[in-house]
């Protein structure tokens, strides 16, 4: 049976709010539900939420609905998946997913897919990796002649390294037994002394085991579009057609709408965050984006 591990200990100090970041709403939904919706419909519901700041607040929120555990202290992504341990060790036969709470954007089909060619592959670790226009702040993908090679975070790249376009989305699938054991040999030997959880790939290929990437369709999901306005206006149009069953481009009506409305289709690319785009009504409006904004790191409504 597969896993999931949902990264959702973080502050969001730029936020300046007393909650933890997951908790932010988009839609009238916490992040963390649309991350936790994503993974239920890709049909998977061994869930493990990692907490931290305000971790009474995660748990009030899920009311018993999924596992929670708690990482007393913040030393890294790599540090907050080893909290997770006993509950991976009930269930080892499968993969586990770990994805960050604060990711509203993501979606179901990126997350089945990125399975199916991690079993195909037959990898260790699988990154679901996008390519950004402008990738500061992210994680860098390296490749070789056999594929992925290492990632390496911003802090610690090289100035060759930082025009790398292809970045690390946080999210990855494990064969469940390997990420526990390569869980055992991070460090902290990194600009910020934390356990980095990207560090796993370097370490699963230097141990003989394959890893790989998914290179993701949906760069919106991410962040990683032609810039952090850019995307989250695409995310918050992508989040509405989710929240509202709104069905997708190609299917009936004009830009896909049955009933004949219009909303952004080829049109939505030339929108800009503080436009107003052209959507069905004024509750697309504000809500697509709201979420625009908070992707951008512009306001928060909460």
């Not at 949902?6 to 100090?13: D, N, P, T, V, Y």
């Not at 592959?121 to 390296?142: D, F, H, S």
């Not at 579009?225 to 009936?252: E, N, V």
Request: hydrophobic share 35%; charged share 25%; with cysteine.
């Amino acid at each position: 049976m597969d896993n999931v591990i949902i990264l959702a200990g973080g502050q969001g100090k730029r936020m300046k709010a007393d909650m933890p970041k997951p908790m932010f709403t988009v839609l009238e939904e916490p992040m963390l539900e649309w991350v936790i919706k994503a993974c239920e419909g890709a049909g998977l519901s061994r869930i493990c939420v990692v907490k931290g700041f305000e971790a009474a607040q995660i748990d009030a929120y899920l009311n018993g609905r999924y596992e929670t555990v708690l990482q007393e202290e913040r030393l890294g992504t790599g540090h907050a998946v080893m909290q997770a341990i006993p509950f991976m060790q009930q269930e080892q036969t499968g993969n586990t997913l770990v994805l960050c709470g604060d990711a509203p954007f993501i979606d179901s089909d990126t997350i089945r897919n990125a399975l199916e060619q991690h079993v195909q592959e037959g990898n260790a670790v699988t990154v679901i990796t996008a390519l950004a226009e402008n990738p500061k702040g992210y994680g860098r993908i390296l490749r070789g002649d056999n594929g992925i090679t290492c990632i390496v975070e911003e802090k610690d790249a090289t100035e060759e390294q930082r025009r790398i376009r292809e970045i690390n989305s946080g999210a990855y699938w494990f064969r469940t037994a390997d990420l526990i054991t390569l869980l055992g040999g991070l460090t902290q030997n990194n600009a910020q002394g934390e356990y980095y959880l990207t560090d796993t790939i370097y370490l699963a290929l230097h141990s003989g085991k394959r890893a790989g990437a998914y290179l993701s369709e949906n760069p919106a999901g991410y962040g990683a579009g032609a810039d952090r306005k850019a995307s989250g206006k695409r995310g918050g149009i992508h989040l509405y057609r989710r929240h509202h069953h709104y069905p997708g481009r190609g299917d009936r009506g004009r830009h896909g709408d049955p009933a004949g409305h219009h909303y952004p289709g080829k049109d939505e690319d030339r929108c800009q965050l503080h436009h107003r785009p052209q959507l069905p009504d004024r509750e697309l409006r504000d809500q697509g984006r709201g979420a625009a904004q908070l992707c951008a790191g512009v306001s928060v409504r909460h």
